[in-house]
């Protein structure tokens, strides 16, 4: 404690010295709750719901787990998992990963409020990831992201990063975020669906996407597979897939490459350029002892 004596940044003194005031103990009769002092807070209830985690999903985790030599690598797919059931990491999915895979709960949270794609409040139908990163930014993706914050927003104001238009897990509503790079930078301002590419976008290219998703409709992306929604994509991020292939090919494996994106290697292929070939023993360079 500090005395009128002593300034904040003073080191106290060693020993014992006495409280300024002091408080008694409670009686066993006394509403702590009626002197406590007014708030406009709600206090928070512990409660636990009911397991919205069945047996058809314990059963998924328990295939997880068993993919990888130590359970506890099985955390990211198993993290989408739970996504794929309640649209978001609950505290009920950190705590059901954490009795799967025999960790902390600590530790299933340290994981999933580290990764962006992990999402702690309910997501919409469709989640819409606009890149806002250096070259998207420049070539139109800010001016993508801030017409569609105005344009799903809803009494003047705008959207939020991460917001939902619409009651969350309802048809036609959506999640808005801006991203860092979506990797595809010459095909840029780029934007996704549910993971999905729409290429080249404008901003009124993407208001016209984000009132056609909606609708109800699923427009088809610039390339890729088609459109589903945010937690039949995540079912597929936990590495659970149509059993049938050409379900599968026609549904989650079509061809993402673009002709920009392989236009250097088909340039090389056309004027039979290689790259040098690495010789087996190469010598390593003389570094300079320190």
């Keep these: 404690m500090t005395t009128p004596s002593q300034h904040p940044s003073d080191t106290p003194e060693p020993g014992a010295r006495p409280a300024e005031q002091t408080y008694a103990a409670a009686s066993p009769d006394l509403d702590v709750k009626t002197i406590a002092p007014e708030s406009d807070d709600e206090m928070l209830v512990e409660s636990r719901t009911a397991d919205v985690f069945d047996a058809d999903i314990e059963a998924k985790a328990a295939e997880l787990a068993a993919r990888y030599p130590q359970s506890r690598s099985a955390l990211l797919p198993m993290l989408h998992l739970v996504q794929s059931v309640q649209g978001f990491v609950s505290q009920e999915g950190i705590a059901f990963c954490a009795r799967q895979l025999d960790l902390s709960e600590a530790e299933v949270s340290a994981v999933a409020t580290f990764y962006t794609m992990y ?113 039949s994509v995540e079912r597929q991020l936990a590495g659970f897939f149509p059993e049938a292939d050409d379900v599968f090919r026609s549904d989650v494996d079509s061809p993402s490459q673009a002709v920009e994106t392989l236009r250097g290697a088909q340039v090389a292929a056309d004027r039979g350029w290689t790259a040098p070939v690495m010789p087996e023993n190469a010598p390593l360079p003389d570094l300079e002892a320190k």
């Excluded at 991203?179 to 780029?190: K, S, T």
């Excluded at 998703?213 to 459109?227: D, Y």
């Design 119 to 231: 999402k702690r409040r309910p997501c919409g139908q469709h989640l819409v990831s606009v890149c806002t990163n250096t070259l998207c930014a420049v070539l139109g993706g800010d001016a993508i992201y801030a017409r569609l914050s105005e344009h799903l927003g809803s009494d003047g104001e705008k959207l939020g990063h991460e917001q939902t238009a619409g009651e969350p897990g309802d048809p036609g509503s959506i999640t808005l975020e801006h991203a860092e790079c979506l990797a595809a930078c010459d095909l840029g301002p780029v934007l996704q669906v549910n993971y999905e590419y729409f290429d080249n976008q404008t901003p009124e290219q993407a208001v016209e996407l984000v009132d056609a998703l909606r609708r109800g409709e699923k427009p088809q992306p610039t390339r890729g597979a088609p459109l589903t929604d945010f937690k």
